[in-house]
């Protein structure tokens, strides 16, 4: 079914989409996935226990195609898919990170503040604030930093892994703070050791 095609009247009904995934966010118990196709896109809800039954869980990161089925619910007006097992969620083109195609640091300018990227470069400094880690990457193009707040960093499952040289791979949220351009992941799966 088209994403476009699901409305209210479906409220409780269990629907089958497939998509690309546009944004992933950590929750309190669970994640939520943006999936979009031609027609639309739609948050998508797994809980903890659905994802702990999906054998490729890490692999669920912005830039992969999926197919899945669920019930539709609503929550505070946004209508959203919710599947009740993890059979009901397949991987069906993961994203290879290798060949993924980065943003340039350079172009950030360009693609403008509130826009979701994927960047790729070296970490150059790691610096410590009262909310959390800035990386400070470069690609040859240009420099940029990746803000991971406390939430993020501190279930970061690669945090030992970010070392000064390191290439990393990061999906996020695109802002301008203070004359610098920052990427903000939302999901500890978006920030990903490259080498």
């Known amino acids: 079914m088209n994403i476009s095609e699901i409305n209210t009247s479906q409220l409780n009904e269990i629907v089958e989409i497939s998509g690309q995934i546009a944004g992933v966010w950590d929750l309190t118990k669970g994640r939520k996935y943006q999936v979009r196709d031609d027609s639309g896109e739609i948050p998508v809800i797994l809980w903890d226990d659905i994802l702990e039954a999906i054998p490729a869980r890490e692999r669920l990161r912005a830039g992969a195609m999926v197919a899945l089925s669920g019930r539709v619910s609503e929550y505070k007006g946004e209508l959203r898919v919710v599947p009740a097992e993890g059979a009901q969620v397949q991987l069906t083109q993961p994203v290879d990170d290798a060949t993924r195609p980065a943003t340039k640091l350079a172009d950030l300018p360009t693609v403008g503040a509130g826009?979701?990227?994927?960047?790729?470069?070296?970490?150059?400094?790691?610096?410590?604030?009262?909310?959390?880690?800035?990386?400070?990457?470069?690609?040859?193009?240009?420099?940029?930093?990746?803000?991971?707040?406390e939430n993020i960093y501190d279930a970061l499952p690669v945090k030992e892994r970010l070392k000064i040289s390191r290439r990393v791979g990061v999906f996020g949220e695109l802002s301008h703070f203070r004359d610098e351009w920052e990427i903000v992941p939302r999901s500890i799966i978006e920030v990903v050791i490259l080498e």
């Not at 400094?125 to 040859?140: E, M, P, Q, R, W």
């Open 115 to 149: 826009q979701s990227v994927w960047v790729a470069g070296a970490i150059t400094a790691l610096h410590a604030f009262s909310k959390g880690v800035k990386l400070h990457i470069t690609d040859g193009s240009g420099e940029a930093t990746v803000l991971l707040w």
